[in-house]
Nanobody, 120 residues
Framework: VQLQAFGGGLVQAGGSLRLSCAAS????????MGWFRQAPGKEREFVGS???????KYADSVKGRFTISRDNAKNTVYLQMSSLKPEDTAVYYC???????????????WGQGTQVTVSS
């Protein structure tokens, strides 16, 4: 599966942004999808994931502010981000996995990343 993330940009603190990740290839609905982010000088960290059944989990730092959803008919997964903070600034990556995982190593397919910048 090939992934392409888009929708990043510059937003003020407290604002909202929706990222999308479009997948090509077959059997999108059988993949668990994850979102990760990487800020300058930091390691890539888990943001959230959604299973093939729609079950979700989130990092504590984004719980209650971010929502992941998927549209299997469109082969797309979304990351709705609200109440954004400057510390959310990072490159955001989507990833696909055959297992429902919250770890970097659990994902074998990655998109190219999209920059999100939150100004204070």
């Amino acid at each position: 599966v090939q992934l392409q993330a888009f929708g990043g940009g510059l937003v003020q603190a407290g604002g909202s942004l929706r990222l999308s990740c479009a997948a090509s290839g077959r059997a999108f609905s059988t993949y668990a999808m994850g979102w990760f982010r990487q800020a300058p000088g930091k390691e890539r960290e888990f943001v959230g994931s959604i299973s093939w059944t729609g079950m979700t989990k989130y990092a504590d730092s984004v719980k209650g502010r971010f929502t992941i959803s998927r549209d299997n008919a469109k082969n797309t997964v979304y990351l709705q981000m609200s109440s954004l903070k400057p510390e959310d600034t990072a490159v955001y990556y989507c990833a696909a996995s055959h297992i429902y995982s919250s770890t970097y190593s659990g994902y074998g397919y990655w998109g190219q990343g999209t920059q999100v910048t939150v100004s204070s």
